[in-house]
C-alpha cells in the first residue's frame, strides 16, 4: 500500500507532552521523516531515522517506531510548536516516498 | 549553507507542460547519496511527494503521477528540472524542490516553493 495515514486534528495543553502518529506499511522496514510546517512557510525537517534532529531543533522533539506505526513525540509543548505536522516514509515497495495526510496540532 | 529556489511560470494553461527548475547551492548532485526531490501542496491540502534524482541519475516517481512527470539534473548548472504534462486545474498548488542528503531518508532543506496556479 502507498498510503500513510495521519490523525488529522491533535490538541495539547501548554506544558504537556503530546505524540503524533503515522502509520503505513512502509514503516515496518524504513524509518520515517517528520516536517513541521506553519502557514505560508516551506516545511522544516524535525526529525528523522531512528530519532534523530537537526542541530537545530529543541530536544523535546524525538520520534519513534513500532511495527506499523511511528511517532513523533513533543515534550513539553510549547506555543510556538502550533502548526501542521508531516511524516514520509517508503511505501512498501521501498521504492517511492510518501507523505502523511498531515496533523493540525493546537497548543491550548 | 545549502539554498534551493524554485523558478517557473506562476500561470499555466490546462492540457500545457509544466516546467519548473530547481537551482541549487551548498551542496553536488554528483555526490554519493545526494538527491533532490520535488514535492507540492495544493493551497489548504498535505504535502505531496511527486519525484526524486539521485546523484546517479537513479528517478524515482509517485506512481499515481508517473506518467505525467520527468524529472532531469544538470550537474554543472546545479539544476534540477521537473516537467509535468497535461496540466489540471487540480494540479494548481506551490512547488518545492529539496535537499535530500545521504544516509536516512529526509528533506533537510527546502527552497520557498512557487505557487502553479491552471486556469484556462
Known amino acids: 500500500s502507498s498510503e500513510v495515514t495521519q490523525d488529522p486534528v491533535v490538541s495539547v495543553a501548554l506544558g504537556q507532552t503530546v505524540r503524533i502518529t503515522c502509520q503505513g506499511d512502509g514503516l515496518r522496514n524504513f524509518y520515517p521523516s517528520w516536517y513541521q510546517q506553519k502557514p505560508g512557510q516551506a516545511p522544516v525537517l524535525v526529525v528523522y531515522g531512528k530519532n534523530n534532529r537537526p542541530s537545530e531543533i529543541p530536544d523535546r522533539f524525538s520520534g519513534s517506531s513500532s511495527g506499523d506505526t511511528a511517532s513523533l513525540t513533543i515534550a513539553g509543548a510549547q506555543a510556538e510548536d502550533e502548526a501542521d505536522y508531516y511524516c514520509?516514509?517508503?511505501?512498501?515497495?521501498?521504492?517511492?516516498?510518501?507523505f502523511g495526510g498531515g496533523t493540525k496540532l493546537t497548543v491550548l | 549553507q545549502i539554498t534551493l529556489k524554485e523558478s517557473g511560470p506562476t500561470l499555466v494553461k490546462p492540457t500545457q507542460t509544466l516546467t519548473l527548475t530547481c537551482t541549487f547551492s551548498?551542496?553536488?548532485?554528483?555526490?554519493?547519496?545526494?538527491?533532490v526531490a520535488w514535492i507540492r501542496q495544493p493551497p489548504g491540502k498535505a504535502l505531496e511527494w511527486l519525484a526524486l534524482i539521485y546523484w546517479d541519475d537513479d528517478k524515482r516517481y509517485s506512481p499515481s503521477l508517473k506518467s505525467r512527470l520527468t524529472i532531469t539534473k544538470d550537474t554543472s548548472k546545479n539544476q534540477v528540472v521537473l516537467t509535468m504534462t497535461n496540466m489540471d486545474p487540480a494540479d494548481t498548488a506551490t512547488y518545492f524542490c529539496?535537499?535530500?542528503?545521504?544516509?536516512?531518508?529526509?528533506?533537510?532543506?527546502w527552497g520557498q516553493g512557487t505557487l502553479v496556479i491552471v486556469t484556462s
Open positions: 529539496a535537499h535530500s542528503p545521504r544516509g536516512f531518508d529526509r528533506f533537510d532543506s
Open positions: 551548498g551542496f553536488s548532485l554528483s555526490s554519493g547519496g545526494v538527491g
Open positions: 514520509n516514509c517508503r511505501d512498501s515497495s521501498g521504492r517511492h516516498l510518501v
